[in-house]
T-cell receptor, first 115, second 115 residues
Framework: QQQVKQSPQSLIVQKGGISIINCAYE??????FPWYQQFPGKGPALLIA?????SEKKEGRFTISFNKSAKQFSLHIMDSQPGDSATYFC??????????????FGKGTLLTVNP | GAGVSQSPSNKVTEKGKDVELRCDPI?????LYWYRQRLGQGLEFLIY????????KSGLPSDRFSAERTGESVSTLTIQRTQQEDSAVYLC?????????????FGSGTRLTVV
């Protein structure tokens, strides 16, 4: 059972455009929603994260929009740059005993920003 | 160290052989996670260690998989009698205790190819 569904699988955007990646979750017990950025040959790196009691969080050109009632959240990359070309993963955190914060990941979106 | 270190970075093994993957977490990070990333898929949780507590092994896909960690230091993931479906990137991540909710720091992974 895939608990976090991510779309689209791939996305091509022109430099300066807005990139939008969407995720939907099923388990209402999830309590934190991070986004990770992964470049080829590297591990995922935390990009930005949001709590479920916040509707929007912005850090520089990156914004998370969160809709708790719809169980959906999205990543917006404003003024997309070729250097943003990477795979993006949404994730949802669930506390699973003690200090175990198990992350469930979406399948990823390959973003290509054309110059 | 400055980051999570994993070795080897690449491993090619013959079907049926055993392999051992190593993870050296960030100094002071008591929580350590192993994830598996198959081609075109999201990350799958394998196992979680927190200090000297009993590990959460709920994500290990079969009894061919095992992992150890001594205290708050290095961890090893062992796959016995490797199969072709074990081919994947194995990622290790660490975090401070109770900070895993906000996301972990991943290593660059070990790319395992079973031929």
């Amino acid at each position: 059972q895939q608990q976090v569904k991510q779309s689209p699988q791939s996305l091509i955007v022109q430099k300066g455009g807005i990139s939008i990646i969407n995720c939907a979750y099923e388990n209402t017990a999830f309590d934190y929603f991070p986004w990770y950025q992964q470049f080829p040959g590297k591990g995922p790196a935390l990009l930005i994260a949001i709590r479920p009691d916040v509707s929007e969080k912005k850090e520089g050109r990156f914004t998370i929009s969160f809709n708790k009632s719809a169980k959906q959240f999205s990543l917006h990359i404003m003024d997309s740059q070729p250097g943003d070309s990477a795979t993006y993963f949404c994730a949802a955190s669930l506390r699973s005993g003690g200090s175990n914060y198990k992350l469930t990941f979406g399948k990823g979106t390959l973003l290509t920003v054309n110059p | 160290g400055a980051g999570v270190s994993q070795s080897p970075s690449n491993k090619v093994t013959e079907k049926g052989k055993d392999v051992e993957l190593r993870c050296d977490p960030i100094s002071g990070h008591t929580a350590l996670y192993w994830y598996r990333q198959r081609l075109g898929q999201g990350l799958e949780f394998l196992i979680y260690f927190q200090g000297n507590s009993a590990p959460d092994k709920s994500g290990l896909p079969s009894d061919r998989f095992s992992a150890e960690r001594t205290g708050e230091s290095v961890s090893t993931l062992t796959i016995q009698r490797t199969q072709q479906e074990d081919s994947a990137v194995y990622l290790c991540a660490s975090s401070l205790k109770d900070r895993g909710r906000r996301g972990y720091t991943f290593g660059s992974g070990t790319r395992l190819t079973v031929v």
